[in-house]
């Protein structure tokens, strides 16, 4: 025979447990660590120099930089798919001028 009485079915004073009802379910969830500064840097001609837009990143604080020297007339731009591919949930790709200088 079941023992049911109010006795036996107290809950335990303690913490609660993750997920447990006393907790709101859709309260937001905590934010984490931010995530990493991805740069990425363009120039499309060969005498065009990077170091102005390198010197950007580096100094934003990113810890890869990915670069491409092509001309404009060729869409293939390689590392910006590696930049693309190398992100991760919360990272941030840094672009430092998508101007035209002229």
Known sequence: MVNTTTENLALREGPPLEGSPGENPLAAEPEGPPGALIGYARVSTAD????????????AGCIRIFADQKSGKN????????????????????VPSAARRR
Do not use: F, I, N
């Open 48 to 59: 065009q120099l990077l170091d102005r837009q390198m010197t950007a990143l580096t100094a």
């Open 75 to 94: 869409a293939e731009r390689e590392e910006l798919w590696k930049a693309l591919d190398y992100l991760r949930v919360g990272d941030t790709l840094v």
